[in-house]
Structure formats: C-alpha cells, structure tokens
C-alpha cells in the first residue's frame, strides 16, 4: 500500500510569491490533515478535511493559506502571498473514516518550505 | 483549547539502558494518545498509541502508560538501541491532535 505522498519535497521562494503544496492521501482515507512545523517546535494542526468538506480549518495562520480537496482525494495548500515566518515544514496525514474517534493518522514525509 | 506538555527535551541514555518520556494534557475531553517517531529528514511515524479506556499497552520493547485522574501519559522504552534514536512527539486528540514539542533521545553505544 502506498503511503502518504507529498510534493515538492523542498522549496525555496522569495517572499512575496506564492507556493502550492500537494498532498496524496492514503487511497480510501477519509480524513486528510495539514500540519506545520516550525523550526524545532512542536508539530502544529492547520486543518483537517472529511472528504472534500473542510472540517476544522481553525488551525490556518491568516488568509494568505488556502487549502483544497476537490473530489475528495489529494489536497492542495497554496500560501499566497508567503512571508519570511511561513518558513517551515508542511506535513500532510490521512486517516480512515468511521465514528471511530481518533483514528490512526499517517503522516507524508513533508514539504520543507524556505521563504527568502 | 488543548495543551500538551512534553518532557524532557532531550534525553541521552547508554545503550541498554531504558528511557521514559512523558507528557501531560489540558483538555480532560482528550481520549487518544498516539506516540511518533521522527528520524533526521524523514517523516513522523507512529510507534504506539493508546485511548482513554486503557491504562497500558506494550508493543515489545515499547509500553506506554495513560493516567486519565492526573491527566498525564508516558512512553517507556527497554533495553534501547542505537536505531532508538531520534525525535519523540506525544500528542493529545479530543476534537484535532495537538502535539508536545518533541523529546530528542540520543542513544549512546
């Protein structure tokens, strides 16, 4: 089974321009979340979608960050215009569905963002 | 909202030796505990987990502890390796994960 896909691996853009981050969830999760890790700090919930619906989007910084999931398969996390502090790594995890609460979460090996 | 603490930052043990992370949490509504492993430059995996109607659980030389009263958790690894190496994060999960800090275990052979 493939994991957790995420594209580009690195990045590296000037401030001011903007980036888009994919995500390819495990096939048939349900549940995909956004992450962020700042440079030696914990690893920080963005938002979480069911489906193509978002349903917690209480994480995102401000409305530079805009998140899809049309069809409800991969996810797109597009920073516009990027600022010197969205420097960090973007992860991206799937999960099952179900009513089960707090269901496994499998993690990408993350996009490395640098803003210059 | 939750708050997840996390101790201690750094840990460095002889090869053997057992090592014990801990964490604590807020948000009494929390009722799974996941623990992941991140080695340098790959992704967070999870090692272990545990829910809020359990106490322990043990996966071979890993166990974790959940004390919902004091509302902390614990990892607890045996015997450690080398390949033990590498960052630890807790997390708390009521209505989103929220995550500790990260304890960095350094096993010295």
């Known amino acids: 089974e493939a994991g957790v896909t995420q594209f580009p691996s690195h990045s590296v853009i000037e401030k001011g321009q903007t980036v888009t981050l994919r995500c390819d969830p495990i096939s048939g999760h349900d549940n995909l979340y956004w992450y962020r890790r700042v440079m030696g700090k914990e690893i920080k919930f963005l938002l979480h979608?069911?489906?193509?619906?978002?349903?917690?989007e209480s994480g995102m910084p401000n409305n530079r960050f805009l998140a899809e999931r049309t069809g409800g398969t991969y996810s797109t996390l597009k920073v516009q215009p990027a600022e010197l502090e969205d420097s960090g790594v973007y992860f991206c995890?799937?999960?099952?569905?179900?009513?089960?609460?707090?269901?496994?979460?499998?993690f990408g090996d993350g996009t490395r963002l640098s803003i210059l | 909202g939750e708050n997840v603490e996390q101790h201690p930052s750094t840990l460095s043990v002889q090869e053997g030796d057992s090592a014990v992370i801990k964490c604590t949490y807020s948000d009494s509504a929390s009722n799974y505990f996941p623990w992941y492993k991140q080695e340098l430059g790959k992704r967070p995996q999870l090692i272990i987990d545990i829910r809020s109607n359990v106490g322990e659980k043990k996966d071979q030389r890993i166990a974790v502890t959940l004390n919902k009263t004091a509302k902390h958790f614990s990892l607890h690894i045996t015997e450690t390796q080398p390949e033990d190496s590498a960052v630890y994060f807790c997390?708390?999960?009521?209505?989103?994960?929220?995550f500790g800090a990260g304890t960095i275990l350094r096993v010295k052979s």
């Open positions: 997390a708390g999960y009521g209505n989103k994960l929220v």
């Open positions: 995890a799937s999960s099952q569905g179900g009513r089960r609460v707090g269901q496994p979460q499998h």
């Open positions: 979608f069911v489906k193509e619906s978002k349903q917690d």
